[in-house]
């Protein structure tokens, strides 16, 4: 059965508004309204709605653009201290009490693991194509930032990580190109899908991202390690395994060497308790 999914971004976004509106351009799509949207379009059958605020701050999915939509794909820049090339796909969330960059502290986003990793194939489909993969990186991100209200699953799919790379026509191509494929393909991956969350690991988790590229794991939320080192609460770990669309995850892939005895101690209880088989990577 078809999905039926939503796309959003924010107007003060350069990344997020160009491959919106690429979208647009490419498939065909047209202006509609959408309640509480300063613009809105329907492209491919989805709706898609620019906001005022941030992307970070979209706490209004649930009702906005299309109110029927299952799960929405937020656009958004990406940034980086390094000024790292990358395109990424992550779930938000704020896992330990840092709720600087939006959302409320300790609560997590619903995932929606078959669609970030038809998101990430569709990255690294869409950038051999427009070339960017010579200078990007396809990655997934450790969960972070907001918006959490919402109950609908969200999925951000980033450029980064320069106001250059923010206003790169090729980049938006590749970011329209890879929504596209990835909503093409969604069912297909989804019947295959063994839902699983991450564990441990940097916040570009290497591991985590070969295996949604290679393996039948989905892969939801990612808990890096330095957010166990800030402090993760049983209860947020918990909600890793569970808060995942359609159903919860199955695996917890622990990356075991970056986490010290006390952590992977109280993650297998919460695995334990929760019926979730745990495998090292």
Same mark, same amino acid.
């Given at each position: 059965?078809?999905?039926?999914?939503?796309?959003?971004?924010?107007?003060?976004?350069?990344?997020?508004?160009?491959?919106?509106?690429?979208?647009?351009?490419?498939?065909?799509?047209?202006?509609?309204?959408?309640?509480?949207?300063?613009?809105?379009?329907?492209?491919?059958?989805?709706?898609?709605?620019?906001?005022?605020?941030?992307?970070?701050?979209?706490?209004?999915?649930?009702?906005?653009?299309?109110?029927?939509?299952?799960?929405?794909?937020?656009?958004?820049?990406? $940034?980086?201290?390094?000024?790292?090339?990358?395109?990424?796909?992550?779930?938000?969330?704020?896992?330990?009490?840092?709720?600087?960059?939006?959302?409320?502290?300790? $609560?997590?986003? &619903?995932?929606?693991?078959?669609?970030?990793?038809?998101?990430?194939?569709?990255?690294?489909?869409?950038? &051999?194509?427009?070339?960017?993969?010579?200078?990007?990186?396809?990655?997934?991100?450790?969960?972070?930032?907001?918006?959490?209200?919402?109950?609908?699953?969200?999925?951000?799919?980033?450029?980064?990580?320069?106001?250059?790379?923010?206003?790169?026509?090729?980049?938006?191509?590749?970011?329209?190109?890879?929504?596209?494929?990835?909503?093409?393909?969604?069912?297909?991956?989804?019947?295959?899908?063994?839902?699983?969350?991450?564990?441990?690991?940097?916040?570009?988790?290497?591991?985590?991202?070969?295996?949604?590229?290679?393996?039948?794991?989905?892969?939801?939320?990612?808990?890096?390690?330095?957010?166990?080192? $800030?402090?993760?609460?049983?209860?947020?770990?918990?909600?890793?395994? +569970?808060?995942?669309?359609?159903?919860?995850?199955?695996?917890?892939?622990?990356?075991?060497?970056?986490?010290?005895?006390?952590?992977?101690?109280?993650?297998?209880?919460?695995?334990? +308790?929760?019926?979730?088989?745990?495998?090292?990577?």
């Amino acid at each position: 059965m078809a999905r039926r999914i939503a796309v959003a971004y924010s107007l003060r976004d350069p990344a997020g508004t160009g491959s919106a509106r690429m979208l647009v351009e490419l498939y065909g799509g047209e202006r509609v309204e959408c309640p509480g949207a300063s613009e809105c379009f329907e492209v491919l059958g989805l709706k898609l709605g620019g906001f005022t605020e941030d992307s970070t701050g979209l706490e209004m999915l649930d009702s906005t653009p299309d109110p029927g939509a299952e799960a929405v794909i937020v656009l958004s820049r990406h $940034r980086s201290e390094s000024g790292r090339k990358s395109l990424t796909v992550h779930h938000p969330g704020n896992p330990t009490s840092d709720n600087s960059l939006g959302g409320e502290p300790y $609560r997590l986003a &619903r995932s929606y693991p078959a669609l970030a990793k038809s998101l990430l194939r569709g990255l690294v489909e869409a950038s &051999r194509e427009t070339g960017l993969d010579e200078t990007h990186e396809v990655t997934l991100e450790a969960t972070h930032h907001g918006p959490t209200r919402p109950e609908k699953p969200l999925v951000f799919v980033e450029l980064g990580s320069t106001p250059e790379d923010w206003g790169s026509r090729r980049g938006w191509e590749t970011i329209a190109i890879a929504v596209a494929r990835a909503l093409e393909a969604l069912e297909g991956v989804e019947a295959k899908c063994i839902p699983a969350a991450g564990f441990g690991g940097p916040h570009y988790p290497q591991k985590h991202t070969r295996l949604q590229m290679e393996s039948e794991y989905c892969v939801g939320h990612v808990i890096p390690r330095y957010a166990f080192d $800030r402090g993760v609460p049983r209860e947020v770990l918990r909600a890793a395994l +569970e808060r995942s669309y359609p159903l919860p995850a199955r695996v917890a892939l622990v990356e075991k060497k970056s986490l010290k005895a006390p952590q992977r101690k109280a993650l297998l209880e919460v695995a334990g +308790e929760a019926g979730v088989v745990v495998e090292y990577i």
